[in-house]
């Protein structure tokens, strides 16, 4: 699939499709537990295919588990029945520990089932782009040297910060790379611990390195999907737009009104209804409401596609994920 064809196909669509980060409920579908869908190829595979039945996206998105990564370079990971999984402390504490640091394999940890999983997902879907998810180089290195103490040692220790993230950026360029060769359509990076930096340590510490990934892996066959979730990314769209990406993905903290004058008109910006204060934690009618207006705000734009600020945490009721959905219809029905 000619994902620049695909693309271009979006922003001239006057009635565009929604593409939420949509996966960890499927949960409820097949009535398993988060513990089994991470730990099961075939349970993605087939989570993604009952959730592409269901609803009418323009693409297929994967799990966007911030913890696969981490884990294959060591990190503790804190596994929940029903929560998304997360990263415990930091295997980094100094230069010698990042130099010692040893980038692992493809197929480490779960990275393998991960990538089997989108492998399987290309068979079961066929209608639609299938995007695989990773976690940002800024991000990853943040889980591996504490996420608390991430901000501070890109001043008291930039060169170890460096140093990390230098594997950090390697290791992902040939993960998602392992992606491509089982024909994932494109991949959505999360980059969101980049969002609380200053503009200038963004530019420093995670633009530079974003954009490797994207030179070494986006073509006209795969495309990249930028997300951020920070609240300071207003603040820093220069860098942010440098990283070459043909699509963005903004959290609901994001002001999307403002980043939209300053996306390229030949890329896609997507967002931004809240996942978990609405999707997760709120009713169809204001799910509804809160949906109508982000489209309402954003829609002027061509290249805007709506979307969730993030992804749909594993309980959200599915009559509020439906109820995005009846929205998007209402508004483009109008």
């Known amino acids: 699939m000619n994902m620049y064809a695909w693309k271009d196909q979006m922003i001239?669509?006057?009635?565009?499709?929604?593409?939420p980060v949509l996966s960890?409920?499927?949960v409820q579908l097949m009535g398993i537990t988060v513990r089994e869908l991470i730990s099961s190829a075939e349970s993605q595979a087939?989570?993604?295919?009952?959730?592409?039945?269901?609803?009418?996206?323009?693409?297929?998105?994967?799990l966007m588990d911030l913890s696969v990564e981490a884990e294959a370079f060591?990190?503790?990971v804190r596994f929940s029945d029903d929560e998304v999984p997360t990263v415990v402390g930091s295997i980094v504490t100094d230069e010698d520990e990042a130099e010692e640091l040893a980038i692992p394999e493809i197929g480490a940890a779960r990275t393998g089932i991960y990538i089997e999983a989108i492998r399987q997902a290309k068979e079961l879907i066929t209608d639609r782009p299938i995007f695989a998810g990773v976690i940002g180089p800024y991000s990853l290195a943040g889980r591996l040297l504490d996420v608390s103490e991430a901000m501070i040692l890109c001043y008291a220790e930039p060169d170890m910060v460096h140093t990390?993230?230098?594997?950090?950026?390697d290791f992902?360029?040939?993960?998602?790379?392992?992606?491509k060769a089982v024909g994932a359509n494109g991949v959505v990076m999360a980059e969101p611990l980049a969002g609380m930096l200053s503009p200038n340590l963004c530019a420093e510490f995670s633009a530079p390195y974003v954009k490797e990934i994207v030179d070494a892996v986006q073509d006209e066959n795969f495309l990249f999907v930028y997300h951020n979730c920070g609240n300071n990314i207003n603040l820093m769209t220069d860098s942010i737009f440098s990283c070459g990406a043909m699509a963005y993905h903004f959290g609901n903290a994001v002001p999307l009104t403002e980043m939209i004058p300053h996306a390229p008109a030949d890329v896609l910006v997507m967002g931004n209804v809240d996942p978990a204060g609405q999707i997760c934690n709120g009713t169809p009618e204001s799910v509804r409401e809160a949906t109508l207006n982000v489209l309402e705000s954003c829609s002027y734009a061509p290249n805007f596609c709506i979307s969730t600020g993030c992804d749909i945490p594993p309980q959200s009721p599915w009559a509020n994920i439906d109820a995005f959905f009846g929205a998007v219809e209402e508004f483009y029905n109008r």
């Open 12 to 19: 001239a669509t006057a009635k565009k499709k929604a593409t």
């Open 24 to 26: 960890f409920p499927s």
């Open 46 to 62: 087939k989570g993604m295919k009952m959730i592409a039945d269901r609803v009418d996206t323009a693409a297929a998105v994967s």
């Open 74 to 76: 060591g990190s503790t």
């Open 164 to 169: 990390v993230l230098r594997k950090c950026t």
């Open 172 to 179: 992902l360029i040939e993960y998602i790379k392992a992606y």
